[in-house]
């Protein structure tokens, strides 16, 4: 994965911008299980949506 990686949490301000997605998705995980807050983690640079074999 290339690109900036925004994390929000939706219970409070927590809020980053990450280059690198392994350390975004385990501050998102890190501050989901210590507040219990929903948190979303968004690739910022994407041209276009991901596709999904939904």
């Not at 949490?9 to 385990?26: I, M, N, P, Q, S």
């Not at 989901?32 to 949506?49: A, C, G, M, N, Y």
Request: charged share 35%; net charge negative; hydrophobic share 25%.
């Amino acid at each position: 994965m290339g690109g900036s990686f925004h994390v929000t949490c939706h219970g409070c301000r927590f809020e980053g911008v990450y280059d690198d997605h392994a350390e975004a998705t385990a501050d998102r995980q890190r501050h989901e299980l210590d507040s219990d807050h929903p948190v979303s983690l968004l690739e910022i640079d994407r041209p276009d949506p991901a596709e999904t074999d939904d």
